[in-house]
Every structure is written in C-alpha cells, then in structure tokens.
C-alpha cells in the first residue's frame, strides 16, 4: 500500500527526514516511535500530504503523492483517515455532526449518512453520546470521537498522530484497542507515539527514527 524510497525533507540546514525507505503492506499496524525531533511527525504529515518532501518519492495505493498539487489532495484525504492529539473538533457542534462533517460533502441521503455515521460510533463506543458537545465529553471519549470520524468514509488507511498524548493510562490503552480493532477489519494503522508502555504491550511492527533515518525496523517488536 505505501512505498517510501530516498525520502528527504530538509529545512534550510537541518534534515527532518533524510533518505527513508520504507514499505507498509496492506492490513499492516505499524508504530512509528523515536525521540522529540526524530522526524515521526514529518513522516507523518508527509503521508498526509502536510508536508512535501524534498526528494524521493512516495506511493500510497498506486499513486506518487510527493509531487501531486493542492488540489488533488482533498480527493487523496478521502481515501485516509487522520487522528491527532489535539482533536480537532469542532466545539459548537454535536458529536453527531462532527462525524457526519467530513461525509455530508460527498452528497450522500441523510439516511447513508446517519448509517455510516452511527456505524462509526458504535465502533468507537459512542451511540449513546451523539447528542453531545464535545466539551460535554472527557480527554477519552474526544479522542473516540475523532477516532469515529476518521473511519466513518471506510478508508483502507487510518494515520494518528500521537493519539494518546494528551491521554492518561487508562484512556491511552481504550484508544489503543479501538486502533487494533480497526485494524482487524483490515484497515491499515499507522500510528507515531511515544508511549512505550503501548508499543510494549500491542508489540506491532515498530518503525524507529532517530535524526531522521530509520535505525530499527521490528515485527512483533517493543519500544526499545
């Protein structure tokens, strides 16, 4: 599904990422650990066309998205769901209307949309918080919400970006497990942490970074 080959990206002097290969098959759940200012982030957001390399090239399902412009980058979204630390939802409305947000666009009936949507948020354990604003709701269940979101089009690529950030123990694993169980419906999982008591315990393929090279690549592997 995604090829990375002599991947680069350089800010004026200093490489964030420098010549990355990397190859993440189908239905893969891949961590992406390494210390602040590794380069996990600007993988990241390269994978989600935030970012544009300086060199090499990068092929999700078929497709060199390094060099692909602006405009074609909304239809590439479509086929990825993207979770952050941060949320990103949007405070006035209804959880409902913060999963439904990024389908309603697609001209689909109220009633595909409502299935998708419920769909979405039995997955993550929220059918009976639709009704609710997002301030209504814990660290935990916010996190659900944009985990709801990001699956409710049915991509074959979901990516999180720290998801468990802002999380304590307790939140970070109910993440986690939802993460997995995505995967097991064949969805590719890419998440960057730096939890190690997660990358320790789900013990997935781990991709390590570390100045912005790949240094460790581990099935069935651990954080360190």
């Known amino acids: 599904m995604i090829q990375l080959r ?24 891949v961590f992406l650990v390494g210390k602040s200012g590794a380069g996990k982030s600007t993988l990241m957001k390269i994978l989600y066309k935030e970012e544009t390399p300086s060199s090499g090239t990068v092929i999700i399902g078929g497709l060199n998205i390094a060099n692909i412009t602006s405009d074609k980058v909304p239809n590439l979204r479509r086929c990825m769901g ?26 689909m009936s109220s009633k595909e949309v409502r299935k998708r949507v419920t769909g979405a948020l039995k997955v993550v354990g929220l059918i009976d918080k639709m009704k609710a604003k997002p301030t209504e709701l814990s660290g935990g269940e916010q996190q659900r919400v944009s985990i709801a979101r990001a699956i409710v089009n049915g991509p074959p690529l979901l990516i999180a970006d720290e998801p468990t950030g802002n999380l ?24 960057s942490t730096h939890d190690q008591n997660m990358v320790d315990y789900f013990k997935k393929r781990v991709i390590t970074l570390d100045g912005g090279e790949v240094i460790r690549d581990v099935l069935e592997g651990t954080y360190e």
Do not use: H, R, W
């Not at 002599?6 to 759940?29: H, M, P, W």
């Not at 993207?82 to 001209?107: C, H, M, R």
């Open 6 to 29: 002599a991947v680069t990206k350089k800010y004026k002097n200093k490489y964030a990422l420098k010549n990355v290969n990397l190859d993440i098959s189908n239905g893969e759940f």
């Open 82 to 107: 993207i979770v952050f630390q941060d949320y990103k939802l949007l405070s006035k409305q209804t959880v409902y209307d913060n999963v439904a947000y990024v389908i309603k666009t697609l001209g």
């Open 168 to 191: 304590d123990p307790k939140n970070s694993l109910e993440i986690m497990q939802i993460l997995d169980q995505i995967n097991q419906k064949g969805i590719t999982v890419i998440v």
